[in-house]
């Protein structure tokens, strides 16, 4: 395993996983709800009265926000190794795992854990091994 030192970012991570503890924390202290992306969309697509503009406002910032940055800072230009049907079936698979695990990374994993919630602790150790394994399967398994 190489490491790319060049891309290597720990005081910019460490600001961003700040930033997103800040936030989910927030969240939950002042709004009583959890930071959980899916949670959060979904509930826009059936959504409650007087729900809709705490989560528009969060989906929103999660779309402005690397707009913004972009402003400021030059933007990394990804590079994703898949094509598009794998990216598809990559989102389908996520979006199906999502609501089989009744939450997401960022609910389970950033929230759930957070509070110490055994289902989240189950839930995000499934996502991790499904994770290792797929990449394993890609990376060293496939025949080409």
Known sequence: MN????????????AGGLLIGLAAAMLV??????AGISGILG????PMKGDVLWRLAFVLGLVASPILYARFAPVPVPRIDAGWVGLVLAGVLVGVGTRYGGGCTSGHG????????PRSLVATAAFMAAGFVTVF???????T
């Open 29 to 34: 202290l002042l709004n009583g709800r959890i």
């Open 110 to 117: 950033v929230c759930g854990l957070s509070r110490l919630s």
């Open 137 to 143: 399967l890609i990376r060293h398994a496939t025949v």
């Open 43 to 46: 509930g826009l697509l059936g």
């Open 3 to 14: 490491i790319d030192w060049n891309a290597f970012t720990p005081l910019a991570s460490l």
